[in-house]
């Protein structure tokens, strides 16, 4: 495992990549990110059907929480996360409870997102033309 300074090192070389990927006029904001699996436990009892799509559930999608979309993290949007590699898109929503919420979607694999846990971490999207 990696000692404390090797971890710091990594997170702030994470970060810059972050920022150095994330164009200038991306919107961008520090949200608490947690996984989630296809499972009616953790969803409802259609557990492959997002809400923005009539496509089951695939790798490299998100939910977001209701205020984000509000915010512009609409169906269908790119999302950049921080210390995860390549773009995300926006597919699903959250329970009405939580704010300031990403939910990285992780197919059934309950371990995985276990393991992932809760972090706060900075998104960056591209507003559709229609928003400012």
């Known amino acids: 495992m990696f000692s404390r300074k090797q971890r710091v090192i990594l997170m702030a070389a994470s970060a810059a990549s972050f920022a150095l990927a994330a164009h200038a006029e991306d919107q961008r904001m520090v949200v608490r990110a947690t996984a989630y699996n296809s499972t009616p436990e953790q969803t409802d009892s259609r557990p492959f059907e997002p809400a923005c799509?009539?496509?089951?559930?695939?790798?490299?999608?998100?939910?977001?929480?209701?205020?984000l979309f509000r915010a512009g993290l609409k169906c269908g949007t790119k999302v950049k996360i921080e210390g995860m590699k390549g773009e995300w898109t926006v597919v699903?929503?959250?329970?009405?409870?939580?704010?300031?919420?990403?939910?990285?979607?992780?197919g059934t694999d309950v371990k995985a997102a276990r393991q992932?846990?809760?972090?706060?971490?900075?998104?960056?999207?591209?507003?559709?033309?229609?928003?400012?």
């Open 53 to 67: 799509t009539d496509e089951e559930l695939h790798p490299r999608t998100i939910a977001v929480s209701r205020d």
């Open 92 to 106: 699903d929503k959250t329970a009405r409870k939580h704010e300031k919420l990403i939910d990285i979607y992780m």
């Open 116 to 132: 992932f846990g809760v972090k706060q971490v900075q998104i960056a999207w591209t507003p559709a033309s229609n928003e400012s």
